[in-house]
C-alpha cells in the first residue's frame, strides 16, 4: 500500500489557517525573490502552477488573492510524524520515503482488519481523525502499481489492483506515467507512434533499447509489463534520502538551479536529523534534453546532516562540470553513507565555536539550537538563507 498525502505543506497551512481554505496558496519561496514552488494547494494547481516551478512563474498565473508562504518545516516534520506513528497501528512494516509519502506491507493483514477496501479506508480514517488531512491510497501487488494507483484519483482517492488486473490498469493510461519516461523522452516513443502502455509493451525489449538506451529501455519494458520490487525497507533499513524534481520547462538560469538544491537540501537535510542520521556522502543527479542523465558525488571527511553543507557540496559539484547554462530537466540531491551511532556518541564539539565545513557536529548542534528557537517563535524566526553573487 502507497500512502501519499495531499498538497501536505499546503493542507496543514489551510487546516491551521481557515481564512486560506478555498484560495489558490503557494508554499516556497515569497513573490519578488528567486526560489521555487515547494508546493501549492489544488485551488492553485488549477492555474498549472506545480511543485519546483520558479515562483516568477507562479506569480504570473495566479490570481491577486493568492496567499504565498515560506515553509515551516518543523510543524510539517510534527505532523508527519504523528502520520507514521498512526500507520504503524495498521502494518508493522512502514517504509517512510519522504515526509509525505509512506509505502506499507500489508501481506497477511486481511486477517486482523480486511480486505484490501478496507484496510485503504482504515489508513486514510487514521490519518482524517488523527490530524485532520486528507491522503490517496494505492494497494497494488508491487511498489509500482501501488504509486502508479495512489495518484489515480488524486486527492483523496482509493484505487485497488489486484495482480490479475494489473496490465487492465496499466494499458489504456498515457506513457508519460511510467517512471523515468519524462516530457524529453517520451516524445523519442511517441515520434513512432506510441500513445499508451498498451502500446509500449507491444515493443520488444531490444526495440525499447534501441530507443532509449539499455538502461532506460530496461526500465521502460518492466514497468510496462508491471515488474517492480514488491519490497517494503524498514527505516533501519534506509540507504539514502534524497529529494528530485523536474521542471516543467527546461531551465538555464543557474540561480534556479542553484535555489531548487539549496530547498532539496534543506528537505534531505531535515529528514536525515529527524531519523538522527548523518551521511557522508553527498550526491547530486541532473538531466538535460533527451534523458541524458548524470550524478556526481562527494565523500566528506565529517559525516553531515546540516542543510548548508550539503547544499555547499552540492552546488560545488554542480559547478565543477561543463553543466552550467545548459538546459536543466531535472535536478536531484541525496545523501548518503551513514555514520555509525558509535562514531556519532564519539563526536563532541561546542554550539558556537567558528561554523566551517571541518566542523560538521557543531554545525548539527546549531541546527538543534535554531530548531528549538523555531518550535518556540516560528520556522521564520531564524534560517539559513543562501548568499546571492554580487553582478
Known amino acids: 500500500m502507497h500512502i501519499d498525502l495531499d498538497a501536505f505543506f499546503a493542507s496543514i497551512e489551510q487546516r491551521d489557517h481557515p481564512e486560506y481554505q478555498g484560495r489558490p496558496l503557494v508554499v516556497g519561496a515569497k513573490p519578488g525573490k528567486r526560489g521555487v514552488v515547494a508546493t501549492c494547494s489544488y485551488e492553485a494547481r488549477r492555474y498549472g502552477v506545480r511543485s519546483a516551478m520558479p515562483i516568477s512563474e507562479a506569480v504570473r498565473r495566479l490570481?491577486?488573492?493568492?496567499?504565498?508562504?515560506?515553509?515551516?518545516?518543523?510543524?510539517?516534520?510534527?505532523?508527519s510524524r504523528q502520520i507514521m506513528q498512526a500507520l504503524e497501528g495498521i502494518s508493522p512494516a512502514v517504509e517512510?520515503?519522504?515526509?509525505?509519502?509512506?509505502f506499507l506491507d500489508i501481506s497477511g493483514m486481511q486477517r486482523l482488519i480486511g480486505p484490501p477496501e478496507v484496510i485503504g479506508r482504515r489508513a486514510k480514517s487514521v490519518i482524517l481523525e488523527g490530524v485532520g488531512l486528507t491522503a490517496s491510497v494505492g494497494i497494488g501487488p508491487n511498489r509500482l502499481i501501488a504509486k502508479l494507483a495512489s495518484d489515480f484519483r488524486k486527492p483523496d482517492g482509493l484505487t485497488i489492483v489486484l495482480a490479475d488486473q494489473v496490465q487492465a490498469f496499466l494499458d489504456p493510461q498515457p506513457l508519460t506515467i511510467l517512471r523515468g519516461l519524462g516530457a524529453k523522452s517520451a516524445p523519442v516513443l511517441q515520434r513512432i507512434g506510441l500513445r499508451t502502455v498498451a502500446d509500449v509493451r507491444r515493443l520488444s525489449l531490444l526495440e525499447l533499447r534501441r530507443h532509449l538506451g539499455d538502461l532506460a529501455g530496461t526500465k521502460i519494458h518492466e514497468q510496462a509489463h508491471g515488474i517492480a520490487s514488491d519490497r517494503v525497507h524498514l527505516d533501519s533499513e534506509r540507504k539514502s534520502i534524497s529529494k528530485e524534481t523536474t521542471f516543467n520547462e527546461d531551465i538555464t538560469d543557474p540561480e534556479i538551479v542553484r535555489d531548487t538544491l539549496h530547498w532539496a537540501a534543506q528537505e534531505v537535510g531535515y529528514i536525515a536529523r529527524q531519523e538522527g542520521r548523518r551521511g557522508s556522502i553527498v550526491t547530486v543527479k541532473i538531466r538535460f534534453q533527451g534523458f541524458e542523465t548524470h550524478t556526481r558525488s562527494r565523500t566528506l571527511t565529517t559525516p553531515t546532516s546540516t542543510d548548508k553543507e550539503i547544499f555547499q557540496q552540492a552546488w560545488e559539484l554542480y559547478q565543477s562540470e561543463q553543466w552550467v547554462g545548459r538546459p536543466v530537466r531535472l535536478?536531484?540531491?541525496g545523501v548518503s553513507g551513514w555514520a555509525s551511532d558509535a562514531a556519532k556518541a564519539a563526536e563532541q564539539a561546542d554550539l558556537f565555536d567558528e561554523i566551517t565545513a571541518d566542523h560538521a557536529p557543531k554545525q548539527e548542534r546549531l541546527y538543534q539550537t535554531m530548531d528549538a528557537v523555531s518550535d518556540k517563535f516560528g520556522r521564520k524566526s531564524v534560517r539559513f538563507g543562501v548568499r546571492r553573487r554580487k553582478e
Open 331 to 333: 535536478v536531484g540531491l
Open 63 to 79: 490570481p491577486p488573492e493568492t496567499v504565498y508562504l515560506r515553509p515551516s518545516m518543523t510543524r510539517y516534520g510534527e505532523v
Open 96 to 102: 517512510k520515503v519522504s515526509v509525505d509519502e509512506a
